[in-house]
């Protein structure tokens, strides 16, 4: 296991190297001077070179760069240059926010999408099939922010029902935290149920038909044991990879999400951070993001390896 | 076929099925027509035929393990574990499975479950049926696994599938098969997948096992060697018929219906290692392509005008039975060919 894990550590390694060096190269390509955003109205030649040594843009580039990660690996993403905060500051403060819309959409996705898979794949080719089959398409195909805005004049405009947006910390409030959160992690849910959905079904009808779950039958095994048990063992295998790559989408993707239910997430931050040309935030929020993509991947990997004892007793 | 009442009363039968039809969904033709077997106490009943002659689909039939809603019944009836089925309209109770009526399968690979122990997956079989306490599934599961020559019994408990060869694999399936000491186990193709030793080795289990408890076998195969090895009668299919049933030997020395007389020469003897050619030119005709009348029409050599017609099967001799309108034959064909 450990030597496993280490094996797909090493991997890893490379793929992080390249990102850093992508995410640096970013500011450098990107058009527009930050810091004249910075400087403002005044371009005084003056306040500019002052503000170029600060920043230490009239070093190398490659020394440029192994400064930046030197810090990156101590904690020290740099300051925003638009709020003077440490981005690393500003992403703990948006971080809590994010993961609990990430897991409780998760949580709908998942009690959603899974049960719904398993009964689609065990009624194939009935109207049970037919209408989850249906309901997943339009669930793929709904976009989200049209779903959120519909629910925000039904739910919240019209019948009263939830906070239209918004953000309360679960410290604060529990009740109205998870409240708030309702309709919003419902949108991102469904949209990530319908793909569930579909893998499940897919994986519950290959494993339906495997010779093991005949063998099962054979025992006498009542149905349900034959499916819950049997066959949705094996079948749960590559969506567990699943969940775990999707939340890190999740937590990477709810930009949309967050914009129409104005919810100080990680979307935010980094939409106001490239709207404000805010080049070290943004730097900061891909550089973990894809470092904690990354890490999902692992553990995806790591799950893979857990639940299938083939690959445990090498 | 007359066996019904007849053979009910007869307390050494153990199965009886008959006259099974069974047509797949979306199909024209029945893929089974008029199939009967019957199984002895102690007996061995070796089914054998070419591929695609109905073999598996007859043993899933009767155990209810055809994929749900794949096929039709049409008729027939089965009479076993004190139970006496109409296979149209119910089918044999889960509490049988696994119980009375046990059976393996022929990929030992595939047929164990990865994500479990052995013991699990024996003692699963034990719990369903006979309740009790984990731990004391778990020693019957041990007992089993002792009982088919695995070594370590106790340790293959904790161990998963992938950890076992095929062989063991397959004694595995045999140990759950009959670790609720069934009266009939049906074995499909159990040893094709497995070496020449290994086979023999589970052969022996079998007749072992039989001896041991009076267990009646149906065993499916397609490898005369096995059947002459361990049968105590012998049905051959054609085209998901019975054509020709009967004890081993007679079946053996005086084969009567045309396509077992091709069957018989087509088997590779000790005496004449190259073989002889097979009597039986061409292909098993698709379901879809069943001539009318006797199915084995259009490759019988024997063929006339009157095999338009089905030919009933009928006992030509004690323990004999063909369907075919020539038998008995006048020569005895296995000396002439
Ligand atoms: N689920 C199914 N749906 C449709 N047709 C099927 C199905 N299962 C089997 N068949 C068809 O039924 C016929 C009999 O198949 P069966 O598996 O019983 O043959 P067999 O005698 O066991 O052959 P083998 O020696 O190759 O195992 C074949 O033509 C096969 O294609
Ligand atoms: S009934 Fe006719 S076709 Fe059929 S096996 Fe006998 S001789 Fe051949
Ligand atoms: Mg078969």
Not at chain 1, 53 to 59: F, G, M, S, T, W
Not at chain 2, 39 to 60: N, Y
Request: aromatic share 6%; hydrophobic share 45%.
């Amino acid at each position: 296991m450990l030597s496993f894990l280490f094996r797909r550590i090493l991997i890893a390694l490379p793929t992080i190297l390249l990102i850093s060096i992508f995410v640096f190269a970013l500011q450098k390509i990107l058009p527009g001077d930050p810091l004249l955003v910075l400087a403002g109205e005044e371009r005084d030649p003056e306040t500019l070179a002052f503000l170029r040594e600060k920043y230490r843009l009239n070093d190398p580039i490659w020394m440029q760069y192994l400064a930046w990660v030197g810090n990156a690996l101590q904690g020290d993403l740099g300051i925003s240059l638009r709020t003077n905060q440490p981005v690393t500051e500003l992403m703990a403060q948006k971080l809590p926010v994010t993961i609990q819309l990430a897991v409780m959409s998760m949580i709908f996705a998942l009690v959603i999408g899974i049960p719904a898979g398993i009964l689609s794949a065990v009624k194939k080719g009935t109207a049970t099939d037919y209408v989850a089959n249906i309901v997943a398409l339009s669930g793929l195909s709904i976009p989200n922010f049209w779903l959120g805005i519909m629910l925000i004049l039904l739910v919240s405009v019209k019948w009263q029902l939830l906070p239209a947006s918004g953000y309360v910390p679960l410290s604060e409030d529990f009740w109205l935290s998870i409240k708030t959160m309702l309709m919003p992690s419902f949108v991102l849910g469904t949209a990530l149920a319908a793909t569930l959905m579909r893998h499940t079904r897919s994986s519950m009808l290959t494993v339906l038909s495997a010779d093991y779950v005949r063998t099962a039958r054979a025992k006498g095994l009542v149905e349900r044991v034959v499916i819950l048990k049997h066959a949705l063992r094996n079948a749960l295998t590559p969506i567990v990879t699943l969940t775990a790559l999707l939340f890190g989408e999740l937590v990477a993707g709810a930009v949309l999400t967050e914009q129409i239910f104005t919810i100080p997430g990680f979307g935010k931050l980094v939409v106001d951070a490239v709207f404000n040309r805010d080049y070290a935030v943004v730097q900061g929020i891909v550089l973990v993001t894809a470092v904690g993509f990354i890490f999902m991947n692992l553990f995806a990997d790591a799950m893979y390896y857990v639940l299938n004892p083939r690959l445990r007793g090498q | 076929m007359q066996l019904g009442d007849e053979n009910s009363a007869d307390s050494g039968t153990l199965l009886a099925l008959s006259d099974l039809v069974l047509r797949f969904k979306g199909h024209k033709n029945d893929v089974l027509d008029g199939v009967s077997l019957t199984v002895k106490r102690g007996e061995v009943v070796c089914v054998v035929g070419e591929s695609g002659c109905g073999k598996s689909v007859t043993a899933m039939a009767l155990m209810d393990l055809l994929p749900a809603g794949s096929a039709t019944i049409s008729s027939g009836n089965l009479d076993a574990c004190g139970l006496n089925l109409d296979l149209t309209s119910t089918c044999l109770p889960s509490e049988m499975r696994g119980n009375r009526i046990a059976m393996i399968f022929q990929e030992p690979m595939s047929s164990l479950n990865p994500s479990f122990t052995i013991g699990d997956q024996i003692g699963e079989a034990v719990l369903r049926h006979k309740g009790g306490t984990r731990t004391q599934a778990l020693d019957r599961a041990q007992e089993m696994l002792q009982r088919v020559g695995i070594a370590n019994p106790e340790q293959r408990l904790s161990e998963y599938p992938h950890q076992l060869s095929g062989g063991m694999r397959q004694r595995v399936m045999i140990a759950m098969a009959l670790a609720n000491d069934p009266e009939i186990l049906i074995a499909d193709e159990p040893t094709t997948a497995l070496d020449v030793t290994i086979q023999a080795q589970i052969l022996d289990l079998i007749r072992d096992l039989r001896d041991e408890t009076g267990m009646g076998t149906i065993m499916i195969t397609h490898d005369l060697g096995v059947v002459a090895e361990i049968a105590d009668t012998v049905a051959v299919m054609y085209g998901g018929q019975v054509v020709e049933q009967g004890a081993v030997g007679e079946i053996f020395n005086n084969p009567q219906h045309p396509y077992t007389i091709g069957l018989m020469s087509a088997m590779p003897r000790l005496d004449n290692p190259v073989g002889r050619l097979a009597i039986v030119p061409g292909t098993v005709p698709t379901i879809a392509n069943m001539p009318q009348g006797c199915r084995f029409r259009t490759r019988c050599v024997f063929a006339t005008q009157a095999c338009a017609e089905r030919p009933k099967l009928s006992q030509i001799a004690p323990e004999h039975d063909v369907a075919c309108h020539y038998a008995p034959l006048e020569v005895n064909v296995s000396v002439a060919i």
